[in-house]
């Protein structure tokens, strides 16, 4: 796939995974399950309310890594790269009034009454921040590359940062980006299996999370979202491996249309949220 494409990709799946979180795949599902009871089919309505709506939310884990590699080739290739980090910081500031309202309108669809102070910041300043660690390793490793040694610990604050900001994605996210960034001239084998423990080291809170629940009731649940997360994100690493290296048709028009469609599909999905009744 172009970059074009890859843009186009990870934006369907972010769009369906924040659509079913305004329209619920159990609600969705609700009346064929109600269905297959009725018939005696407890197997198949069982499955099509628990472990189904499991299994398709993978497609909104692929989203991010996708986003994450096209960072990292918008670094590459940017004529600007403060002009281009302005961009996404400026997005990023227009687009958390719609993601706070949208996050508020997820709460509720379940009968919640959520506070906007609790809300994270949107993924976007994730992407800043990764971008402003990429321009931190080349000045480093152009003023001396035995600096480069010191790029690991840049990441692991601007991490530590993004976790204490309670950036989206902010406990993992930046480091994917840097391993991007760092194999990018790797094979595609090398870089399948160095995204194993790249993904794994990004999702760190959930292995703990699965850790610290050994023996309790929440060790099923843990693991199989951990699982699951885990899985999606390194699936959608796997995807940016079909970047062919050309750009497609993203032109300046392409590019404002991005911008814009963020915070606007936020927008959209929040108001009718609101105006959704509960469904729990």
Same mark, same amino acid.
Not at 71 to 97: D, E, K
């Given at each position: 796939?172009?970059?074009?494409?890859?843009?186009?990709?990870?934006?369907?799946?972010?769009?369906?995974?924040?659509?079913?979180?305004?329209?619920?795949?159990?609600?969705?599902?609700?009346?064929?399950?109600?269905?297959?009871?009725?018939?005696?089919?407890?197997?198949?309505?069982?499955?099509?309310?628990?472990?189904?709506?499991?299994?398709?939310?993978?497609?909104?884990?692929?989203?991010?890594?996708?986003?994450?590699?096209?960072? @990292? #080739?918008? +670094?590459?290739?940017?004529?600007? =790269?403060? &002009? $281009?980090?302005?961009?996404?910081?400026?997005?990023?500031?227009?687009?958390?009034?719609?993601?706070?309202?949208?996050?508020?309108?997820?709460?509720?669809?379940?009968?919640?009454?959520?506070?906007?102070?609790?809300?994270?910041?949107?993924?976007?300043?994730?992407?800043?921040?990764?971008?402003?660690?990429l321009v931190v390793h080349e000045k480093l490793k152009r003023r001396n590359p035995k600096l480069v040694l010191l790029?690991?610990?840049?990441?692991?604050?601007?991490?530590?940062?993004?976790?204490?900001?309670?950036?989206?994605?902010?406990?993992?996210?930046?480091?994917?980006?840097?391993?991007?960034?760092?194999?990018?001239?790797?094979?595609?084998?090398?870089? @399948? #299996?160095? +995204?194993?423990?790249?993904?794994? =080291?990004? &999702? $760190?809170?959930?292995?703990?999370?699965v850790l610290e629940s050994v023996g309790t009731e929440m060790f099923s649940g843990a693991l199989i979202n951990c699982?699951?997360?885990?899985?999606?994100?390194?699936?959608?690493?796997?995807?940016?491996?079909?970047?062919?290296?050309?750009?497609?048709?993203?032109?300046?028009?392409?590019?404002?249309?991005?911008?814009?469609?963020?915070?606007?599909?936020?927008?959209?999905?929040?108001?009718?949220?609101?105006?959704?009744?509960?469904?729990?």
């Amino acid at each position: 796939m172009n970059y074009r494409q890859l843009k186009i990709f990870a934006v369907v799946c972010m769009v369906f995974d924040h659509v079913v979180r305004i329209f619920p795949l159990y609600y969705i599902f609700g009346p064929l399950a109600d269905f297959f009871w009725s018939c005696g089919w407890n197997g198949p309505a069982d499955w099509l309310l628990n472990d189904l709506p499991s299994y398709l939310m993978l497609i909104g884990r692929l989203a991010a890594p996708i986003f994450l590699y096209c960072i @990292t #080739l918008g +670094f590459l290739h940017t004529s600007n =790269v403060w &002009r $281009y980090l302005r961009r996404i910081f400026v997005t990023a500031l227009i687009a958390q009034i719609p993601y706070t309202l949208f996050d508020l309108a997820e709460q509720h669809i379940y009968g919640l009454e959520g506070d906007w102070r609790e809300t994270g910041l949107n993924i976007l300043f994730t992407l800043a921040l990764g971008l402003i660690v990429l321009v931190v390793h080349e000045k480093l490793k152009r003023r001396n590359p035995k600096l480069v040694l010191l790029s690991p610990i840049v990441v692991a604050a601007a991490s530590w940062l993004g976790y204490q900001l309670n950036f989206e994605g902010g406990k993992g996210y930046i480091i994917l980006i840097f391993v991007y960034y760092v194999s990018r001239n790797c094979p595609r084998w090398q870089k @399948t #299996l160095l +995204f194993i423990p790249a993904v794994m =080291v990004s &999702r $760190y809170g959930l292995i703990l999370w699965v850790l610290e629940s050994v023996g309790t009731e929440m060790f099923s649940g843990a693991l199989i979202n951990c699982l699951l997360n885990t899985a999606g994100n390194y699936f959608g690493m796997l995807v940016t491996l079909s970047y062919n290296g050309e750009k497609g048709r993203a032109g300046k028009g392409f590019q404002y249309f991005m911008y814009s469609f963020y915070p606007a599909h936020f927008a959209i999905l929040a108001l009718i949220g609101f105006l959704w009744p509960p469904v729990f």
